[in-house]
């Protein structure tokens, strides 16, 4: 497993930007889920290894992106248009090293997980 640790959480108003991070070394296809309270954990994108292949969630499509340093320290989600709807405690996940297999999309196809940054978008 591999220790994951997010930030950039925080409050924005509806409309507004925010920029999360997850820093985490090597090549592992990794994602990004959320969870609102008592709501199921939601998929919302994930990147290869390569950072060439990208996969979202159908509720953030055209509004976050997801990518990766090129030294391979840490992934990024750029959120923008932020809905009330989008308030949730943000997770990375990594999936196997030099995974070739299609990006993940369910919570128990990752093996490591960070602990969550909270972001909050008022109305």
């Known amino acids: 497993q591999v220790q994951l640790k997010e930030s950039g959480g925080g409050w924005v108003q509806a409309g507004g930007s925010l920029r999360l991070s997850c820093e985490a070394s090597?090549?592992?296809?990794m994602g990004w889920f959320r969870q609102a309270p008592g709501k199921d954990r939601e998929f919302v994108a994930a990147v290869r290894w390569t950072g060439r292949d990208t996969a979202y969630g159908d509720s953030v499509k055209g509004r976050f992106t997801i990518s990766k340093d090129h030294d391979e320290s840490a992934m990024y989600l750029q959120m923008i248009s932020l809905k009330p709807d989008d308030t949730a405690v943000y997770y990375c996940a990594a999936d196997d090293p030099y995974s070739v297999r299609p990006l993940a999309r369910k919570p128990d196809e990752y093996a490591s997980w960070g602990q969550g940054t909270q972001v909050t978008v008022s109305s």
């Open positions: 090597g090549r592992y296809n």
